[in-house]
Antibody, heavy 119, light 108 residues
Framework: QVQLVESGGGAVQPGKSLRLSCVAS????????MHWVRQAPGKGLEWVAF????????FYAESVEGRFTISRDNSKNMLFLQMNSLRVEDTAVYYC????????????WGQGTPVTVSS | EIVMTQSPVSLSVSLGERVSLSCRASHLVISNLAWYQQKPGQPPRLLIS???TRAVGISPRFSGSGSGTEFTLTISNVQSEDVATYYCQQYNNWPPYTFGQGTKLEIK
């Protein structure tokens, strides 16, 4: 079955950086686009970033544009989110998920990795 | 940016009832609309894509309808395991891929 497992979350101070990872199994990773979606404590879902199956297209939410970078390594079935200049409002559980392409729902989701930004 | 508005924010129903959850888009999204279920402490799970196509393994008690800007998720014969928050999401105009604020379903 499809498994997506995130890691790399933790507690950091404002202005610092974190790199999240997501390892995929049970699917042909290089054939799927990938997303990062976050959920602040007690809040709803917020889409963060998208990367095409081949890594040639990237899209970002306005709230993270210029600070976060999504990337992937298809040879290792891995997805990444480099988060720089972190803010308190970036505190959330971060989920990775796969989709068929730009026009596609998020088929499978990982369990999430928590990120806490606090001084 | 397309704004997705869900109603009601929360609802409480009796076991066995049929319930309809609404999702409205601020602009046309055609049928590029998904519904997700999120149970407490769990990640979201895809229920419906393409406005009306059930995802693999999803009970036929869940059905989606609508197109354009108005969409509905209907749950028939509500069970205790359906207690969750339900989100709609458009993937027609991006970025961003926008979610509704969610509808929380409880059992009376």
């Amino acid at each position: 079955q499809v498994q997506l497992v995130e890691s790399g979350g933790g507690a950091v101070q404002p202005g610092k950086s974190l790199r999240l990872s997501c390892v995929a199994s049970g699917l042909s990773f290089g054939s799927f686009a990938m997303h990062w979606v976050r959920q602040a404590p007690g809040k709803g879902l917020e889409w963060v970033a998208f990367i095409s199956y081949d890594g040639n297209k990237e899209f970002y939410a306005e709230s993270v544009e210029g600070r976060f970078t999504i990337s992937r390594d298809n040879s290792k079935n891995m997805l990444f989110l480099q988060m720089n200049s972190l803010r308190v409002e970036d505190t959330a559980v971060y989920y990775c998920g796969n989709s068929p392409g730009v026009y596609g729902a998020i088929d499978y989701w990982g369990q999430g990795t928590p990120v806490t930004v606090s001084s | 940016e397309i704004v997705m508005t869900q109603s009601p924010v929360s609802l409480s129903v009796s076991l066995g009832e049929r319930v309809s959850l609404s999702c409205r888009a601020s602009h046309l999204v055609i049928s590029n609309l998904a519904w997700y279920q999120q149970k407490p402490g769990q990640p979201p799970r895809l229920l419906i894509s393409g406005a009306s196509t059930r995802a693999v393994g999803i009970s036929p008690r869940f059905s989606g309808s609508g197109s354009g800007t108005e969409f509905t998720l209907t749950i028939s014969n509500v069970q205790s395991e359906d207690v969750a928050t339900y989100y709609c999401q458009q993937y027609n105009n991006w970025p961003p891929y926008t979610f509704g604020q969610g509808t929380k379903l409880e059992i009376k």
